[in-house]
């Protein structure tokens, strides 16, 4: 079985400073890992993933998330926040074992000016 | 040039209805899927096809009955449609075969309104 857990319902950050979103993440074996993003009234969009190797992965429009296999968990950063990254994002898992994809609750990010 | 479209984008209609919702994808993936977002955002896999093939059915009432004409087509059909129907119901596709580490392209949804 896998699962995903997005702890935050909401993140609130002012613009210009780090953003952060947290996922932890339950797999039998290997996970693949997904950040996607999605804007209202919109589809997702695929933000960066992991595979295997370097620890750090650099996605689309500034953002990076680290996977750390001791504590489960592949968190999404922004080292500098924009308005415009206001939005609902998704992390998700597949074990490599499974066709299936399962996507966490969602975080709801909020910019401020 | 939209690499997943889906018709139609509002959907409202009566309950005890039946309706179709189509997809397509311009992308050459090989797989595809119907996903369903709650009022709560909650995402859930119904079904996915790999070729014309199908590969995940989760547990969804027998009313929804996928059909993949061909591997660039993904329909999803709902019979008797019931009030907890309401929800926006997602087409995404991927290369390979459906496992791996491809990401999914994502259609912009279909808002399903039962009255």
């Known amino acids: 079985a896998q699962s995903v857990a997005q702890p935050e319902d909401q993140v609130n950050v002012a613009e210009g400073n780090p953003l952060t979103v947290k996922c932890t993440y339950s797999v039998s074996g290997n996970p693949y890992l997904f950040w996607y993003v999605q804007y209202p009234n919109r589809g997702l969009q695929f933000l960066l993933k992991y595979i295997t190797g370097d620890n750090l992965v650099k996605g689309s429009y500034g953002f990076e998330a680290e996977f750390n296999k001791s504590q489960t968990s592949f968190h999404l950063k922004k080292p500098s926040a924009l308005v415009s990254d206001s939005a609902l994002y998704f992390c998700a898992v597949r074990d490599r074992n499974d066709y299936k994809l399962s996507f966490g609750a969602g975080t709801t990010v909020t910019v401020r000016a | 040039d939209t690499a997943v479209s889906q018709t139609p984008k509002y959907l409202v209609t009566q309950m005890g209805n039946d309706k179709s919702i189509k997809c397509e994808q311009n992308?050459?993936?090989?797989?595809m899927y119907w996903y369903k977002q709650d009022s709560k955002k909650f995402l859930k896999i119904m079904f996915s096809?790999?070729?014309?093939?199908?590969?995940i059915n989760e547990t969804v009432p027998n009313r929804f009955s996928p059909k993949s004409p061909d591997k660039a087509h993904l329909n999803l059909h709902i019979n008797s449609l019931e009030l907890g129907d309401s929800a926006v119901y997602f087409c995404?596709?991927?290369?390979?075969?459906?496992?791996?580490?491809?990401?999914?392209?994502f259609g912009d949804g279909t808002r399903l309104s039962i009255l």
């Open positions: 992308l050459g993936h090989d797989t």
């Open positions: 995404a596709s991927s290369h390979g075969t459906g496992g791996g580490n491809q990401p999914q392209h």
């Open positions: 096809y790999n070729n014309k093939e199908l590969i």
